[in-house]
């Protein structure tokens, strides 16, 4: 490889991990979704729930801790 082609190459890597970093930083809106879906999954737990009963479950819970 020329030093051209080696310095783009570098360039282009800095770019996409600068990138990736960026996309990495959650909103406060997708905390609190975090938030709300781990309270949800451990009562769901709590509760032994399975199947189609634990996404019933889980549906209701998030709709009510959203709002």
């Not at 930083?25 to 009963?53: F, H, I, S, V, Y």
């Amino acid at each position: 490889m020329n030093k051209k082609t080696m310095l783009a190459l570098m360039l282009v890597l800095a770019c996409a991990a600068s990138y990736a970093e960026e996309k990495k930083q959650q909103t406060p809106k997708q905390a609190a979704q975090q938030a709300r879906m781990k309270a949800c999954n451990a009562e769901a737990k709590e509760k032994q729930l399975k199947g189609d009963e634990r996404k019933s479950f889980m549906s209701t819970c998030l709709k009510a801790k959203a709002g």
